[in-house]
């Protein structure tokens, strides 16, 4: 299908044409891993069997971009991209809010293949751009931030490493192709964890990287030598779940934001972080960079004992992971910076009480109801 300019058509109907041979309206699950050899060798570990291509189809159209690859998880995505555009003697420059996954995969992988990495505060772009070396090849941003959803400038960024001929990577998990598209601000290569917004119903595993046809070709060649790709049957229900994303995030931008001013009028909570109020620091940046809405994820402090609120939410499930149709709320000292000291996690001012919230798409004044009840 051609593409629309609307992300509701195109999430429905691109790369999704349907059963060629009975005519039915879904695409059929190819579970094959041989296929006839003709022009084009079908392979799943080539990542362009039709389950695979169909949901690729869909996100590139998402995203704006031209090509993309579906990985079997966020963290494959993402490792995937950095070992293929890196190599040994280069230097890999990262913003210093990191995903706890990725900011370990820095310190243990990267660097047992010789490659150098920087990890620098990009709220002050003079300094994060002092932090660049000769040899650095890749910067790799995330925004919004996880989890005190701190905002990056993305065009900054971009315009910063454009100038030196290096190539940009950015996460944007947290904000989802929906509210966000970082290849229209100049970025090169864009990574999703699938797990959260795409998926979007807490149920299956994948990653993805979207870029030019060049930059993906490269990233091809080396995920086939990795392998990380996703099954047919898991690819058949992203390609299900993204019909439903646009929606999905209207409505978790809606509750979010009425949560948000909800939380910053409850005399209970101390603080509260989400780009959409007007007193975040990032918010006029990311009114710029976030023309879909400000997302899903929210943080903030309780005054009293976290646990005691935790253990009294009904409708909000404690959980890990983010961006299902249903609400979830986790501790962060407790699960992604648990293995933070606790004078790493006062540096990144992620104190005891603060909690992450996820937010689905339910009826909001519920979910007040369940917060009010448990403070
Ligand atoms: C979850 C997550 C990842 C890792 O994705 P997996 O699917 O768990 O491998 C990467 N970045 C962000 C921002 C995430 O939230």
């Known amino acids: 299908m051609k593409r629309s300019k609307s992300k509701l058509t195109n999430s429905v109907h691109v790369g999704s044409a349907g059963d060629p041979v009975y005519g039915g309206l879904v695409n059929p699950i190819y579970p094959s891993s041989a ?67 990725t900011h370990h995969a820095a310190l243990h992988e990267l660097k047992r293949y010789g490659i150098d990495h920087t990890m620098e505060d990009v709220a002050d772009l003079k300094k994060f751009e002092r932090a660049i070396r000769p040899n650095t090849r890749v910067i790799y941003i995330e925004t919004p931030s996880n989890p005190l959803l701190k905002i990056t400038d993305i065009a900054a960024v971009a315009r910063i490493a454009q100038s030196k001929k290096i190539i940009t990577v950015i996460d944007n ?30 149920d299956l595993s994948c990653g993805v990287a979207v870029a030019s046809k060049k930059l993906i070709k490269e990233i091809r060649n080396t995920a086939m030598h990795f392998g990380g790709n996703l099954n047919a049957s898991s690819a058949y229900l992203i390609e299900r779940s993204l019909k439903t994303i646009v929606l999905r995030v209207q409505q978790q931008n809606k509750n979010t934001l009425t949560l948000a001013r909800f939380l910053q009028s409850e005399p209970g909570i101390k603080s509260v972080y989400y780009p959409g109020l007007k007193d975040h620091p990032g918010h006029a940046i ?52 648990a293995k933070l000291t606790a004078q790493e996690r006062k540096a990144a001012g992620i104190s005891d009480k603060l909690l992450r919230l996820s937010v689905g798409i339910e009826e909001v004044k519920d979910l007040i109801d369940d917060i009010c009840h448990a403070l």
């Open 35 to 101: 296929y006839d050899y003709g022009t084009e060798v079908l392979y799943p570990r080539y990542f362009n069997t039709p389950n695979q291509t169909a949901v690729v189809q869909k996100l590139a159209s998402l995203e704006n971009a031209e090509d993309g690859l579906l990985f079997s998880s966020g963290m494959a995505a993402i490792m995937t991209t950095l070992f293929a555009l890196l190599k040994q003697g280069d230097h890999i420059l990262f913003q210093k809010d990191l995903y706890g996954g």
């Open 286 to 337: 990311a009114k710029k960079q976030m023309p879909g809405g400000f997302g899903g994820m929210l943080s903030f402090e309780v005054k009293n004992d976290p646990e005691k609120f935790l253990k009294k939410l009904t409708l909000i499930r404690k959980a890990i992971s983010l961006g299902g149709v249903e609400s979830t709320i986790a501790q962060p000292v407790k699960t992604s910076h």
């Open 173 to 202: 998990t947290f904000a989802s192709p929906v509210n966000q598209n970082p290849l229209d601000l100049g970025m090169d290569v864009v990574t999703h964890s699938g797990t959260k917004y795409i998926g979007g119903h807490s």
